[in-house]
């Protein structure tokens, strides 16, 4: 398999495609975004990732990377899209509980059905989106199969990198692989052993649907156990920070951190597909999507109380990405507290060293040192490398030296009485 088409050049797409392209095979990049295609063409990328930018550069020196709006005929083709969700009217229209998003599959469907055309004989169609559970086989396949084309190989094989370290885990991760048959899950997994370092596993698609959702899902509802624990801390006058410390010191537990939220195109959104694929059977994992998602409104009330006598408070809102030393906004919680904040008819000031650019309505981004020189308060909602070397000089810049720690970045390091420090799920 020579030529490969990689249709969406995001978080995903993009490195994968110059993965492919420094690694021997002919790769068209398709994406519908002129932006991204613009930045592309001259030479820059649109995502903040480490040695990303020099390798899609190679790539299309080489010239086995090239970029379009479309697809062309091909030997394999690599679906990379998103896969977001939608709320309220739409989801219920669907059938969805109450309050429950579904998948909005309409990117996939539209990626797969303009490959229809260009379809041949012993084509490979690789789903690589986060899908729920049956989408290759009653979805994306009945689409191909309108081709008329016999003899086409179909897999879904989900992506399982971390941002930050894409490069790296797309090289070494195990790779899940499921063919709706054997011929496609073996053919699959030959195009990725061209790159592939990791163990690749196989499996039917609709298993590999599954198993990437139960990774995130994992994680998710034990975030939402860590924020639970947070809660009862701070009512109950512990620190859970330090209880977690020292629950994990048994050789059999190993809590996570809680946090403002839950935020990222994965964890944030896949739980919602296995929801979907069974709503009845799922209380556990709908209910910990809703402790998730109610962290930004109980960091607000830490706003709240801690600002109150405070005349037109001003707060700075400091990271606004999901995850530490990213770029990546995606279902940040950080920006539901901004949204939140400025609902309350707070003053908000939003500062991010690692994002370039917000909508209008979050403001414009201020450098840390003018958001604390302006504000009565701070709060901590990324964990970035430069928040956790704020030092008490650096809050002597505050015109009221208040913190409001939502990541456990600042415990132990302020060493003065004259900064006020509290964390979230501390109730000392």
Known sequence: MERICVLGLGYVGLPTAAMLATHGHEVLGVDVSRQVLDRLHNGEVHIHEAGLRSLVRAALKSGHLRIAEGPEPADAFIIAVPTPIVREEQALAEGAPQGSPVADLSYVISAAEAIVPHLQPGNLVILESTVPPRTTEDVVAPILRRS???????????????PGRILAELVGNSRVIGGVDQRSAEAARELYASFVEGEMLLTDATTAELVKLMENTHRDVNIALANEFALVAERVGVDVWEAIDLANRHPRVKMLRPGPGVGGHCIAVDPWFVVQAAPDLTPLIQTAR?????????????VRQAVAGVERPVIACLGLTY????DDVRESPALRVLELLKAEGF?????????????????RLLPVSEALRRADCAVILTDHAEFRALSPEDLRLMRRPLVIDSRCALKGRLGTPDAEHRLLGSGR
Not at 148 to 162: F, N
Not at 323 to 326: C, G, R, S
Not at 347 to 363: F, I, M, Q, S, T
């Open 148 to 162: 008329g084309v016999r003899d086409l190989l179909v897999a879904h094989c989900p992506e399982r990198v971390l």
């Open 290 to 302: 809703r402790v998730n998602d109610g962290m930004p409104a109980h960091v607000v009330e830490l």
């Open 323 to 326: 995850k530490a030393d990213v």
């Open 347 to 363: 003053e908000v000031l939003a500062c991010d060293p690692h994002v370039r650019a917000l909508p209008e309505a979050y403001g």
